[in-house]
């Protein structure tokens, strides 16, 4: 197995430390915003994004009129994270404590008892703090009169689970909130995209929120004391994933397992209990049964016993046993394996966690991001944390291999997402201004800036894109098809910078106008291509150079123009290239062009008009044009091209006869 992406951390010690006020760096940051009305922050699993939750909200009831609060969370056991916390001990004004009958997650009441007690703590005089679950809160406040909802505020937990569709009942009740209530809202997430591609929040609704509150997951990772790096990687197998487990599960090492859902491909040879025996079986033999806890004791083949969990069961009680346990663990050695299916991600904490194995495909990139945030957290005694994703691999005999390239695809996207999200960001100016002679305060050179030839200025519209909605973004630029088509197609570099991505950005941003957009294109493709990249030098001349592809470039020479002509994919297609066998990257690239076979559109048909056939004709004297029956893939789709600005010609001249 190569690891597509490999991180590196400084281990500054700057995310865990606290101030005065017992407050960690994100948690400060919130803080310091706390008198904005709306606020959006985004940041990553194990950021303290509970513990910033309860200093604004007591700040808010203390000093700004506010009179009641009510954080909702998405699954009922998250709400654990609210649960009564001493703060006044590490420097805050008060603890945050909650009365048992308003923590409606620990509640075990029906779903229409938490609807009566949420109304009723809106009724109640002296009643200030409540905890519940989105859908709960969401019951509740069917109907309810907007006047009880002024001065209350809202905190919502993984607020990515709203949206701008109308029929996301999470994202009408924050328009609710916005348009007919004077609340305050505090909307926290650690992966503000969706899988499904629509929007959190309408643009109109989103400015409310600006400027949005960013602690990226570099930032988190980097400012740890013991975690020092992050590999993402994939295996590839065919047939029956579980002849791969014992290729890629280290039983050294703390490690939590995803099996695939029953109802995919990868998971329907065989029921998900069996799959979970099988797995006892490739680790060693079960010797004990803790029931009390729902516990298997394995004893592996060299004579270790491990203590493993299995999520999977559906039993209540048995579930029920593992998840108190999980919940009361408090040692390195509570815990060795975790196998599960759709639980243990977004919310589960287990700090000791070093390597995560997703079996399978998750056309979810919001489920990936909080699968890789359970082995992220920072402990003693682990260094390194790893994500795995077991990938089926396309083969030419079988029956829906187009489908199997196309969540292929999606999976390698996925992996080249979670690079954009953790690994260190560059910052591109059209000119780095130098420091003022004299001025102390700007001696000090900008940290990871480049300057780029002709990079386009930003105005205000565009720089807020960039600085607030660039992950956003590219996430949604990875989950296109014909940019998952590119990654390990044999597209022309141009394609993507030039065609691809600026029809996502009009797509995303329709009120840009040309201007605009190519100011976003030139620092979206920038970002993607340099992502995780060092400057490497000064060599003997003084030289400093960047690897963008596979080509070094000297920072001196770094010029928008170049940038498009390289195929920011490059690096994922040479990692992805030796890891399969040649038959296998055959097949995946004659399904790829297959597709592209049935479409073009009139942008890829000028571009490959206008740049790649004056090639084509130097490099085949004699000839006038391609033939859609050629062998080579470029030379095939200029044919098409061809064939598109003709149907473009008659149709122009039939509608002016």
Same mark, same amino acid.
């Given at each position: 197995?190569?690891?597509?992406?490999?991180?590196?951390?400084?281990?500054?010690?700057?995310?865990?430390?606290? &101030?005065?006020?017992? %407050?960690?760096?994100?948690?400060?940051?919130?803080?310091?915003?706390?008198? #904005?009305?709306?606020?959006?922050?985004?940041? @990553?699993?194990?950021?303290?994004?509970?513990?910033?939750?309860?200093?604004?909200?007591?700040?808010?009831?203390?000093?700004?009129?506010?009179?009641?609060?009510?954080?909702?969370?998405?699954?009922?056991? =998250?709400?654990?994270?609210?649960?009564?916390?001493?703060?006044?001990?590490?420097?805050?004004?008060?603890?945050?404590?909650?009365?048992?009958?308003?923590?409606?997650? +620990?509640?075990?009441?029906?779903?229409?008892?938490?609807?009566?007690?949420?109304?009723?703590?809106?009724?109640?005089?002296?009643?200030?703090?409540?905890?519940?679950?989105?859908?709960?809160? +969401?019951?509740?406040?069917?109907?309810?009169? !907007? #006047?009880?909802?002024?001065?209350?505020?809202?905190?919502?937990?993984?607020?990515?689970?709203?949206?701008?569709?109308?029929?996301?009942? +999470?994202?009408?009740?924050?328009?609710?909130?916005?348009?007919?209530?004077?609340?305050?809202?505090?909307?926290?997430?650690?992966?503000?995209?969706?899988?499904?591609?629509?929007?959190?929040?309408?643009?109109?609704?989103? /400015?409310?929120?600006?400027?949005?509150?960013?602690?990226?997951?570099?930032?988190?990772?980097?400012?740890?004391?013991?975690?020092?790096?992050?590999?993402?990687?994939?295996?590839?197998?065919?047939?029956?994933?579980?002849?791969?487990? @014992?290729?890629?599960?280290?039983?050294?090492?703390?490690?939590?397992?995803? =099996?695939?859902?029953?109802?995919?491909?990868?998971?329907?040879? %065989?029921?998900?209990?069996?799959?979970? !025996?099988?797995?006892?079986?490739?680790?060693?033999? /079960?010797?004990?049964?803790?029931?009390?806890?729902?516990?298997?004791?394995?004893?592996? @083949?060299?004579?270790?016993?491990?203590?493993?969990? $299995?999520?999977?069961? $559906?039993?209540?009680?048995?579930?029920?046993?593992?998840?108190?346990?999980?919940?009361?663990?408090?040692?390195?050695?509570?815990?060795?394996?975790?196998?599960?299916?759709?639980?243990?991600?977004?919310?589960?904490?287990?700090?000791?966690?070093?390597?995560?194995?997703?079996?399978?495909?998750?056309?979810?990139?919001?489920?990936?991001?909080? =699968? =890789?945030?359970?082995?992220?957290?920072?402990?003693?005694?682990?260094?390194?944390?790893?994500?795995?994703?077991?990938?089926?691999?396309?083969?030419?005999?079988?029956?829906?291999?187009?489908?199997?390239?196309?969540?292929?695809?999606?999976?390698?996207?996925?992996?080249?997402?979670?690079?954009?999200? %953790?690994?260190?960001?560059?910052?591109?100016?059209?000119?780095?201004?130098?420091?003022?002679?004299?001025?102390?305060?700007?001696?000090?050179?900008?940290?990871? *800036?480049?300057? *780029?030839?002709?990079?386009?200025?930003?105005? &205000?519209?565009?720089?807020?894109?960039?600085?607030?909605?660039? &992950?956003?973004?590219?996430?949604?630029?990875?989950?296109?098809?014909?940019?998952?088509?590119?990654?390990?197609?044999?597209? %022309?570099?141009?394609?993507?910078?030039?065609?691809?991505?600026?029809?996502?950005?009009?797509?995303?941003?329709? $009120?840009?106008?040309?201007?605009?957009?190519?100011?976003?294109?030139?620092?979206?493709?920038?970002?993607?291509?340099?992502?995780?990249?060092?400057?490497?030098?000064?060599?003997?001349?003084?030289?400093?150079?960047?690897?963008?592809?596979?080509?070094?470039?000297?920072?001196?020479?770094?010029?928008?123009?170049?940038?498009?002509?390289?195929?920011?994919?490059?690096?994922?297609?040479?990692?992805?290239?030796?890891?399969?066998?040649?038959?296998?990257?055959?097949?995946?690239?004659?399904?790829?062009?297959?597709?592209?076979?049935?479409?073009?559109?009139?942008?890829?048909?000028?571009?490959?008009?206008?740049?790649?056939?004056?090639?084509?004709?130097?490099?085949?004297?004699?000839?006038?044009?391609?033939?859609?029956? &050629?062998?080579?893939?470029?030379?095939?789709?200029?044919?098409?091209?061809?064939?598109?600005?003709?149907?473009?010609?008659?149709?122009?001249?039939?509608?002016?006869?």
């Amino acid at each position: 197995m190569e690891n597509l992406v490999n991180i590196e951390y400084a281990q500054t010690g700057k995310a865990t430390n606290v &101030d005065d006020l017992g %407050m960690r760096e994100m948690q400060a940051m919130v803080y310091e915003q706390r008198n #904005r009305q709306y606020l959006l922050v985004k940041a @990553p699993p194990a950021s303290g994004k509970s513990r910033a939750m309860m200093f604004v909200a007591l700040d808010k009831l203390a000093n700004q009129g506010v009179k009641k609060v009510i954080v909702a969370v998405p699954q009922q056991n =998250i709400g654990r994270s609210f649960k009564d916390t001493p703060l006044k001990k590490f420097g805050f004004f008060e603890d945050w404590t909650i009365a048992p009958y308003w923590n409606l997650c +620990l509640n075990a009441g029906s779903e229409n008892s938490k609807k009566s007690i949420v109304r009723e703590f809106l009724d109640h005089p002296s009643a200030t703090k409540l905890v519940c679950t989105h859908a709960t809160l +969401l019951n509740a406040l069917n109907g309810i009169d !907007a #006047r009880k909802l002024d001065n209350v505020f809202f905190g919502i937990d993984e607020f990515h689970h709203g949206s701008a569709d109308e029929n996301n009942r +999470l994202g009408t009740l924050i328009r609710r909130l916005l348009n007919q209530t004077s609340a305050h809202i505090l909307a926290m997430t650690g992966s503000y995209f969706r899988g499904d591609a629509i929007p959190v929040m309408r643009p109109e609704d989103e /400015v409310k929120f600006q400027p949005t509150i960013n602690y990226n997951y570099y930032q988190q990772l980097n400012g740890y004391r013991w975690l020092k790096s992050l590999g993402i990687g994939y295996h590839f197998f065919q047939g029956n994933y579980l002849t791969a487990i @014992p290729e890629v599960l280290d039983t050294h090492k703390k490690t939590l397992i995803h =099996i695939p859902r029953p109802n995919s491909k990868t998971g329907a040879f %065989m029921n998900k209990y069996d799959q979970v !025996a099988e797995i006892l079986k490739y680790i060693g033999e /079960v010797v004990d049964h803790d029931f009390d806890n729902y516990l298997y004791k394995v004893k592996t @083949p060299d004579g270790r016993i491990l203590t493993i969990g $299995d999520l999977v069961e $559906d039993k209540a009680e048995c579930r029920g046993a593992l998840q108190s346990y999980l919940q009361r663990m408090n040692s390195r050695d509570s815990l060795d394996i975790l196998i599960a299916l759709g639980t243990a991600k977004e919310g589960f904490d287990w700090e000791w966690c070093e390597h995560c194995i997703t079996v399978g495909i998750r056309s979810s990139l919001t489920e990936v991001v909080q =699968i =890789i945030g359970r082995c992220t957290r920072d402990c003693e005694g682990k260094t390194h944390a790893q994500f795995t994703n077991l990938i089926p691999c396309p083969d030419a005999v079988q029956d829906d291999v187009a489908m199997a390239v196309n969540d292929f695809l999606k999976a390698i996207s996925a992996s080249l997402l979670m690079e954009q999200v %953790m690994a260190p960001r560059w910052n591109f100016k059209t000119k780095i201004d130098e420091p003022e002679p004299g001025d102390p305060k700007k001696l000090k050179k900008p940290k990871r *800036v480049i300057e *780029v030839k002709g990079l386009p200025e930003l105005n &205000d519209k565009t720089k807020a894109i960039v600085e607030n909605d660039l &992950d956003t973004l590219v996430a949604t630029t990875l989950s296109d098809t014909n940019i998952q088509k590119a990654i390990i197609g044999e597209d %022309m570099a141009e394609m993507i910078t030039e065609v691809y991505i600026p029809k996502i950005i009009r797509d995303t941003y329709p $009120d840009l106008n040309e201007e605009e957009v190519e100011a976003v294109r030139a620092h979206t493709v920038l970002t993607i291509a340099t992502q995780g990249k060092q400057i490497i030098g000064p060599d003997d001349s003084g030289n400093k150079f960047i690897k963008m592809a596979n080509k070094f470039i000297n920072l001196d020479d770094l010029d928008i123009n170049l940038i498009s002509e390289i195929n920011p994919f490059q690096r994922a297609y040479e990692v992805i290239s030796k890891s399969l066998t040649p038959e296998t990257l055959r097949t995946i690239q004659y399904v790829i062009e297959d597709k592209r076979t049935e479409s073009i559109t009139d942008e890829e048909a000028i571009l490959l008009f206008k740049k790649y056939f004056p090639k084509w004709k130097e490099e085949n004297p004699g000839k006038t044009e391609p033939l859609i029956t &050629d062998g080579d893939p470029t030379a095939r789709r200029i044919a098409m091209a061809i064939e598109r600005l003709r149907q473009i010609k008659r149709r122009k001249l039939s509608e002016q006869q």
